[in-house]
């Protein structure tokens, strides 16, 4: 078996840009072979940058999801990692949220956990192994009225990591969530550093890096953690 059959798969939904593309580049740099989605053109043409395939989709249909699994097990024939990466969810006033909107959060951020978990562990099962990284947020743990739909659904997303774990964890499948705190994929305000413990915002450099040794083999022995890369700003033991 060559070299670059043996290499690893990941797969990166929000693949295109920020904390995603950060990722993408940080596992190319480790050998993995990528398959990247994001719902502008941006996954494409840093697939085409990193030889990887690339398409234009969202995390939050279904069918994207599907074309995706489909291309890169056509493309390298196995799947060893997934990351779970979305942008935000719509937002509001708690009580002014519409249905629409909160359909439109469970299908971008719960269901794309879902479903990209019932497309891809079949292959994993196969292959013997496999690991998803799920990317949430610190509010998962300490919610705000800021982002009221995010943070109901990535503590939902932490519920389902460690659902998920239980049950595919003797199949030597792990799944874990990672939880960013203020991070420099976005412009943030000077005083927000003054929130955070270490006086500074997270680098996706950083963010990438715990993503890599989740999905490693480094990580073995971890499973249905919800690991918090945030400076200390939760309070939450």
Not at 70 to 77: K, M, P
Not at 181 to 186: A, P, Q
């Amino acid at each position: 078996m060559t070299q670059s059959q043996e290499a690893p798969v990941a797969i990166i939904t929000g693949g295109g840009r920020g904390m995603g593309a950060a990722i993408a580049r940080e596992l190319h740099g480790r050998g993995y072979r990528l398959g990247l989605m994001s719902p502008s053109g941006s996954a494409v043409e840093l697939a085409g940058e990193l030889g990887a395939i690339g398409l234009k989709g969202s995390a939050g249909e279904a069918s994207d999801l599907e074309a995706l699994v489909a291309q890169t097990v056509e493309a390298y024939g196995r799947v060893d990692a997934v990351v779970n990466h979305t942008g935000h969810p719509p937002k509001g006033d708690l009580l002014d949220i519409t249905d629409d909107k909160w359909a439109i959060g469970n299908d971008l951020m719960v269901m794309s956990v879902v479903r990209m978990a019932r497309l891809v562990t079949p292959y994993m099962l196969k292959q013997g192994k496999g690991a998803f990284v799920n990317i949430t947020t610190f509010a998962a743990f300490e919610p705000s009225l800021v982002f009221p739909v995010s943070c109901a659904y990535r503590a939902a997303v932490g519920a389902y990591t460690k659902l998920y774990s239980d049950r595919y964890a003797a199949d030597n499948i792990r799944m874990n969530a990672l939880l960013p705190g203020f991070i420099d994929s976005l412009d943030h305000k000077p005083e927000t550093a003054e929130k955070v413990p270490m006086k500074r915002v997270g680098t996706m450099n950083e963010i990438a890096k715990t993503a890599a040794f989740l999905l490693s083999d480094d990580a073995g022995y971890i499973t249905g953690q919800n690991i918090r890369v945030d400076g200390g700003i939760t309070r939450h033991i």
